[in-house]
T-cell receptor
């Protein structure tokens, strides 16, 4: 089927507003990851979902960031009260299982906070 | 902490061979990945090494030495389309990958 999809592809928002980013993983993939990539930086792990287990939130940079995964499929990353330093590309990836499986990345959402 | 080092940028000529090195110091190790990322696009999987040695896949090969905390990606018969960033990532055993900052490879005619 289709690959990982993300929406929107671009989002421009004003400082202080909330944003929601969506990820549709590949069907049948039980693991889902969110990463952030700032200009000139490596991918920064944010959060990991595996099946019905409690998510690994250890990479979330502050309590303004949260994510959920409904029905083991679609995931939403929410950033509250956005700040300019939140500007980055947010990438979602899914895989068949745990981290020793290849991760398939979506095209990303470019977030710009003005 | 987790530390993964790669050169920031490399240049090479079309048709040549280039080796991109990656050294790592992590709290755990359960495999190393290489991904390719063209500008403005998502990363795509290239290789996975969990045991020492060389894995060959067409023009691309990847090597791992766990005792040295070292890996390299070897690209042969370079083509212009190989101009991209190459990301080294370590599975630290905690069900997530830690990525290096990537090596930007520029291939010239």
């Amino acid at each position: 089927g289709a690959g990982v999809s993300q929406s929107p592809s671009n989002k421009v928002t004003e400082k202080g507003k909330d944003v929601e980013l969506r990820c549709d993983p590949i069907s049948g993939h039980t693991a889902l990851y969110w990463y952030r990539q700032s200009l000139g930086q490596g991918l920064e792990f944010l959060i990991y979902f595996q099946g019905n287990s409690a998510p690994d939130k250890s990479g979330l940079p502050s309590d303004r960031f949260s994510a959920e995964r409904t029905g083991g499929s679609v995931s939403t990353l929410t950033i509250q009260r956005t700040q300019q330093e939140d500007s980055a590309v947010y990438l979602c990836a899914s895989s068949l299982g745990e981290a020793n499986y290849e991760q398939y990345f979506g095209p990303g959402t470019r977030l710009t906070v003005t | 902490g987790q530390n993964i080092d790669q050169p920031t940028e490399m240049t090479a000529t079309e048709g040549a061979i280039v080796q991109i090195n990656c050294t790592y110091q992590t709290s755990g190790f359960n495999g190393l990945f290489w991904y390719q990322q063209h500008a403005g696009e998502a990363p795509t999987f290239l290789s996975y090494n969990v045991l020492d040695g060389l894995e060959e896949k067409g023009r691309f090969s990847s090597f791992l030495s766990r005792s040295k905390g070292y890996s390299y990606l070897l690209l042969k018969e370079l083509q212009m389309k190989d101009s991209a960033s190459y990301l080294c990532a370590v599975n630290t055993g905690f069900q997530k990958l830690v990525f290096g900052t990537g090596t930007r490879l520029l291939v010239s005619p």
